[in-house]
């Protein structure tokens, strides 16, 4: 694990063009050349009181999404390089995110227009794609247009590391580049040196590129570190030191590997107004997630990623604190336990209002419990909503144990005889830790 996930560092996503991915690729001058981000990001981290990954979306030359034919990235390596020189010098840890094994061909007129029909065919596309059982090329639809590279080829392997490449040469520390799940796709072609069937060859081929991946990036900078969309799957656990979690209300993952992949609550997580963003934040803490949000214009942060930047805007100084101080809680007295631990099955938890903002009812103090390598037990909980609140643990095990209660920089102890209940008093917005020992 990477030293630094261990320190408060809160992830920016922010687009270099358009509001999102498919709209209109108007270039934001916030954002373009690159070097303009810098002052925003600046606000915000003296705002949150944390370090930065800025996440840079839509810096591909020829469109969102659109590579291989990337480069030279969108307002020109030369700032690129400068903006991460900068980060990296303020200790923040730039991200660029690919698209894997994807190869793009084309993105529709809503978009750039792009057409990497003759890039692809230039390149050796055709023998580097994966076939169906028919023999014909799989993909090509959507509004960005993608075929999907086998890795068992070489000019399959060869575009993804020509990419991996890149990214790591413009001086992004973290690569997200396996963007559509990890792992190698089903193929049947008869002439990729593979059985034309899906197999344990996958497991190997895509096991080698990874090594490759690696070697790649490490020979230009050896602190590289790598994520992915979603989960690692076991076989690649070692393979990433971060993931984007694109955090649901089951944090099923990180309950199996969150002590040897710490992830990052990614976007798309239901935030339709002020309270759902407030929740997804206190969700995120509680499942051990670096926090995640998405930048709009004049470097403000958004609902969430594809949200047109013309509808309303979160409260950003009641955001920033409540962030803050999240971010600060986790690495700070809930470090051993949200960064370290291992999350248990949960303790139950008693007398908490639920809420339905789309994803079904939530309650508005999501709890957590968790083991640190010592074997302390701790239940965390955050209180997202506007009102008070009064929670009711139910404490777990046998004998006489210390219970701490670390509540909003107040620190209790008391011994109790296990099993007990807890009566906790939260305030609007109060962070909670609770330890038994």
């Not at 028919?134 to 590279?149: E, S």
């Not at 955090?247 to 339709?272: D, I, Q």
């Not at 803490?285 to 990623?305: K, P």
């Not at 789309?358 to 390598?373: H, L, Q, Y």
């Amino acid at each position: 694990m990477p030293r630094w996930l261990a320190e408060p560092t809160v992830a920016l996503a922010f687009p270099m063009r358009g509001e999102g991915d498919a709209d209109p690729p108007a270039v934001n001058p916030e954002y373009t050349p690159l070097t303009n981000a810098l002052p925003h990001l600046e606000k915000l981290a003296a705002g949150l009181g944390t370090s930065l990954i800025p996440i840079v979306f839509n810096w591909e030359r020829a469109g969102p999404w659109c590579q291989p034919d990337a480069y030279p990235p969108l307002g020109g390596a030369a700032p690129f390089r400068e903006f991460m020189a900068r980060a990296r010098a303020r200790g923040w840890r730039p991200a660029l995110y690919g698209d894997g094994m994807n190869w793009c061909v084309g993105t529709d007129a809503r978009n750039t227009g792009y057409d990497g029909m003759a890039y692809f065919r230039a390149h050796g596309g055709e023998a580097a794609v994966v076939r169906n059982w028919g023999g014909r090329i799989l993909g090509g639809v959507g509004w960005r247009r993608n075929y999907v590279a086998c890795a068992a080829t070489e000019a399959g392997r060869r575009m993804v590391l020509g990419m991996t490449r890149g990214m790591t040469e413009l001086g992004a520390e973290v690569l997200q580049h396996f963007d559509q799940r990890a792992a190698a796709r089903a193929c049947y072609a008869t002439d990729h040196g593979h059985p034309p069937v899906p197999g344990p060859w996958m497991t190997a081929v895509f096991d080698t590129l990874l090594r490759e991946h690696a070697a790649v990036a490490r020979s230009i900078n050896p602190a590289v570190v790598f994520s992915c969309e979603g989960g690692p799957p076991e076989a690649y656990l070692q393979d990433f030191q971060i993931w984007d979690a694109r955090a649901k209300t089951c944090p099923l993952y990180a309950f199996l590997y969150h002590e040897y992949a710490n992830g990052f609550s990614g976007l798309y997580t239901n935030r339709v107004n002020d309270e759902a963003l407030r929740l997804s934040v206190a969700r995120a803490l509680v499942t051990g997630y670096i926090l995640n949000f998405a930048l709009r214009d004049q470097g403000r942060i958004a609902y969430d990623w594809d949200y047109p930047w013309g509808r309303a805007v979160p409260d950003q100084a009641a955001l920033v604190d409540w962030a803050g101080r999240a971010t600060r809680f986790r690495t700070g007295i809930a470090r051993d336990y949200l960064v370290h631990g291992r999350m248990l099955r949960p303790w139950t938890v008693r007398g908490v209002a639920e809420r339905d903002f789309g994803w079904g009812k939530e309650p508005a103090v999501p709890s957590a419990t968790w083991r640190a390598p010592d074997g302390r037990i701790g239940v965390v909980l955050a209180n997202s909503a506007d009102l008070p609140a009064r929670p009711h643990l139910e404490l777990e095990g046998e004998g006489t144990r210390t219970v701490t209660v670390h509540l909003d920089g107040r620190r209790t102890e008391r011994a109790l005889d296990l099993p007990a209940i807890l009566d906790l008093e939260m305030d609007s917005r109060a962070l909670c830790l609770v330890e038994v020992r």
